[in-house]
């Protein structure tokens, strides 16, 4: 929760909160990968630098949340944790992995650098807090 509201600008609305992490996690498929400043798997009482929050499902996994704390970005933290979510996913059976994102969030470059590709667009999906609506582009890569 650290990293979430350090890394998400409160504009986008995209910062999930603690009570909808939990929920998320107390169902069976959901799960979280935490990383330290170096890209390491987090030992337990180290801060976290980055997070993914990813849902399974049989043959295809969904990346969730992705962030990265702002002072420990361009770094290569980001890219670490898409490998280290699309070598979970493989091992677990996947053979697509997807992904929804604002139209214009800046993570698209990550997104496509890692091999995704856009296949899809929900209009108006998305709500900033001035109440824009923005549309979803949903991304997929396959393993
Ligand atoms: C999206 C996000 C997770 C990326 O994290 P990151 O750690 O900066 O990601 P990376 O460092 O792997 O890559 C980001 C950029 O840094 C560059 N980079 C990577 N390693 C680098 C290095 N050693 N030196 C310089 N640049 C580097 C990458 O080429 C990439 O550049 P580009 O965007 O111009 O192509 C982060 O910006 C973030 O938390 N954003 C806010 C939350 C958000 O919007 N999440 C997505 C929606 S859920």
Redesign the pocket.
Known sequence: MAVMEA??DPHWR?AWTRRQVENSLATPHTYAILIDEHGRALDDGAAAG?FVLARRAPGEEELL????RPE??????????IDRFSAMARDAGAERIFLE?RAN???E??YR?CGFEPIGRRANYYRTLDGTAIDAITFARKL
Do not use: W
Not at 65 to 68: D, F, G, K, R, W
């Open positions: 890394a998400f995209e980055g949340l992705i962030a990265v420990m970005r361009h770094r290569g933290l980001g890219r670490i944790l994102m969030n800046p993570a470059r990550l650098g």
